[in-house]
């Protein structure tokens, strides 16, 4: 009687793991997976880099999108990593300063949880401005809402790794 008993799920998780990395030897391809598996079990979506699971899965219940879809936007714009890119974009959801200021967003883009909350915000703007559809959005955020042509590339990318 004074054993614990283990949630189903994490039991799961914890045999998916164990597998995976015993059958291919813990090789990169097994550390991509997990996150699928724990997709798979949970239903929720884990941590990228600084962006902890809360934030994936908290933004995308905000904006009523898959946590698949944040969770892979935030991979490709920065791997969750405070990052300036060669373009000027800045934070873990890559903000240039003029869409930070556009935007009205509040913080610094610095900190993980303003720059998400800003995150949330501009993605439901632009769901709004392309009539709730989900790829024009995707495809505004990465090259602005008069260029969605421009942004296509990239928002087919992120849907076909959110799957």
């Given at each position: 009687m004074g054993k614990k008993k283990r949630s189903s799920a994490s039991?799961?998780?914890f045999i998916a793991i164990t597998g995976i990395l015993g059958v291919t030897g813990g090789g990169a391809v097994a550390v991509k997976a997990v996150p699928a598996i724990i997709h798979a079990i949970t239903g929720s979506c884990p941590a990228v880099g600084l962006v902890s699971s809360g934030l994936i899965n908290g933004s995308a219940s905000a904006i009523g999108i898959s946590c698949k879809v944040v969770q892979q936007q935030i991979t490709y714009e920065s791997d969750g990593q405070q990052e300036?890119?060669?373009a000027g974009?800045?934070?873990?959801?890559q903000f240039m300063p003029g869409t930070w200021k556009g935007t009205g967003c509040a913080g610094s883009?610095?900190?993980?949880?303003?720059?998400?909350?800003?995150y949330v915000k501009l993605m439901k703007q632009d769901l709004r401005?392309?009539?709730g559809n989900l790829r024009y959005?995707?495809?505004?955020?990465n090259a602005g809402t008069g260029n969605i042509p421009a942004g296509l590339g990239y928002a087919d990318h992120i849907l076909?790794?959110?799957g």
């Open positions: 039991f799961l998780v300036t890119s060669p974009a800045q934070g873990v959801a883009v610095w900190n993980v949880t303003d720059a998400m909350t800003c401005t392309e009539g959005a995707l495809a505004a955020y076909s790794l959110a």
